[in-house]
């Protein structure tokens, strides 16, 4: 007979789920998706652009109920597609009420999926949307921490001192670039796996003030839920990893994770 898994905490305070792909998720039809997420006090999702095919849809689910939200970007696996009109697409619909950054962006030189020159072309010229906008970014770097230092590096003077490096599994030199700028480091499942102590090094150097809680989904479930399709519903999964491996209180990481949140994506002015 197979272990039953535990339920989904639910806590007092409310969550933000800062990075998930609402239209990548198969296995329940939207709607259940997000009642679900609803029942354990997730407040706000926000669902990620990665391509010029899903931009227009990231726009469409951000319609889907008043608490999610949604970023216009190109990820590195595809800046081969990235184009004078998908840049001037993403310009268009920045300024959007429910867009709230831009992202996905970044290098992914594990995979290579684009030219490395291309890649960081594509990253620089987002990162000059995100400088003209205002808004913050959604960073991507794998396999990229010397590339994606020195390409911020140049946008020192002018891009929001909001932003954050996402399912950060990069080492501490990037982490530690990122920390001294102001920003995040967004943390999800990877955290419970049992072979992330690199990941739960980072997340014990990483202030409380400056990590954010995502899923990543559908990606990256949590544990005690691997194998399943993740989706923002397991966020309370994360938070509570980081507090035991952060020594906090759960009750700190929640709430102070929650006002990260939104003094990266829904400052107020």
């Known amino acids: 007979m197979s272990k039953k898994r535990r339920e989904i905490p639910v806590f007092d305070h409310p969550i933000i789920e800062t990075h998930c792909h609402l239209d990548y998720l198969k296995d329940q039809p939207l709607a259940d998706i997000l009642e679900h997420s609803r029942k354990v ?5 926000i669902t990620i652009a990665v391509s010029p095919d899903n931009l ?6 951000s319609q889907a109920a008043d608490w999610v939200y949604g970023t216009q970007g190109i990820h590195p696996h595809e800046a081969e597609s990235y184009t004078d009109a998908v840049e001037a697409e993403i310009r268009q619909h920045a300024g959007d009420s429910k867009i709230v950054a831009i992202g996905e962006i970044g290098l992914d030189y594990y995979y290579d999926n684009a030219d490395r020159e291309v890649q960081r072309e594509v990253f620089r010229r987002q990162l000059q949307i995100a400088c003209d906008t205002n808004l913050p970014v959604v960073i991507h770097s794998r396999d990229a921490d010397d590339d ?41 499942g990877i955290t419970t796996f049992n072979k992330a102590e690199n990941v739960r090094d980072i997340v014990r150097m990483t202030p409380i003030e400056q990590i954010l809680l995502e899923t990543d989904a559908p990606f990256l479930t949590p544990v005690p839920y691997r194998g399943r399709e993740n989706a923002p519903f397991y966020l309370p ?6 507090a035991e491996v952060k020594e906090l209180p759960l009750g700190q990481v929640v709430s102070q994770t929650y006002q990260n949140s939104l003094r990266v994506f829904f400052p107020q002015p």
Do not use: M
């Open 41 to 45: 006090n997730i407040e706000k999702v």
């Open 56 to 61: 227009a849809a990231v726009r469409e689910l």
């Open 148 to 188: 994606t230092i020195a390409i911020l590096k140049e946008f020192e003077n002018t891009l929001e001192r909001r932003g954050v490096i996402h399912s950060f599994t990069s080492g501490p030199g990037l982490a530690q670039y990122a920390l001294d700028q102001g920003w995040c480091l967004g943390f999800n």
């Open 237 to 242: 999964f994360v938070a509570e990893k980081i």
